[in-house]
């Protein structure tokens, strides 16, 4: 079976601009969760979809955006980078409600700001 | 509320013991333990979902004290390949899992 993937591995985007990021889940998993690690805030929780609807949010700001398709790939948005959103972005999913169940990450996408 | 690991970070030498803390200020209805190796992703190790469970596997096992609202995970006789930073995760108000910030556990030959 395969794993969690999520595209690009890295990214370079200057001050300003905007990025999207892919997150492929395994199959038959319906929840996507993402994450935001860096090395002074540890792994800090973005969104969770299921079944196309967006069900939990962390405390970023609206420039963080996301949303998942009906064959549960999703995607997540970042709007006017700042260089405070430099860090790897982690995706992962599971069967169902993550808060019981195993969470599979993806190798994550590795975002550096300029 | 983000739960608070103990220790921040350990130094093992191979075959030694170590415990890693995780509590919380609030309930806790799950515990959930994953394990990062440097520049790879976090890998599921266990979840314990109630008061007084303990799980295991190989040489690390984890036990649930609800009351004590903490849960503990334990590495037994350590090989080199338990290296890495260790998370435990509990469910929060409108997120599904908040993580520690984590023990880096270092095991030297």
């Known amino acids: 079976k395969a794993g969690v993937t999520q595209t690009p591995r890295y990214l370079i985007k200057t001050r300003g601009q905007q990025v999207t990021l892919s997150c492929s889940p395994i199959?038959?998993?319906?929840?996507v969760s993402w994450y935001q690690q860096t090395p002074g805030q540890g792994l800090q929780f973005l969104f969770e979809?299921?079944?196309?609807?967006?069900?939990n949010k962390g405390n970023f700001p609206g420039r963080f955006s996301g949303r998942q398709f009906s064959n549960s790939r999703s995607e997540m948005n970042v709007s006017t980078l700042e260089l405070g959103d430099s860090a790897l972005y982690l995706c992962?999913?599971?069967?169902?409600?993550?808060?019981?169940?195993?969470?599979?990450f993806g190798p994550g996408t590795r975002l550096t700001v300029l | 509320q983000q739960p608070v690991q103990s220790p921040q970070a350990v130094i093992l030498r191979e075959g030694e013991d170590a415990v890693i803390n995780c509590s919380s200020s609030k309930a806790l209805y799950s515990v959930h333990w994953y394990r990062q190796k440097h520049g790879e992703a976090p890998v599921f190790l266990m979840i314990l979902l109630k008061g007084g469970e303990q799980k295991g596997h190989d040489k690390i096992s984890a036990s649930f004290n609800e009351k004590k609202q903490q849960s503990s995970l334990y590495l037994t006789a350590s090989q080199l390949s338990y290296s890495g930073t260790y998370f435990c995760?509990?469910?929060?108000?409108?997120?599904?899992?908040?993580f520690g910030k984590g023990t880096r556990l270092s095991v030297i030959a």
């Open positions: 199959s038959g998993h319906r929840s």
């Open positions: 979809y299921f079944s196309e609807t967006q069900r």
């Open positions: 992962a999913s599971s069967l169902e409600f993550p808060a019981y169940n195993e969470q599979f």
């Open positions: 995760g509990t469910p929060g108000g409108n997120t599904p899992l908040v």
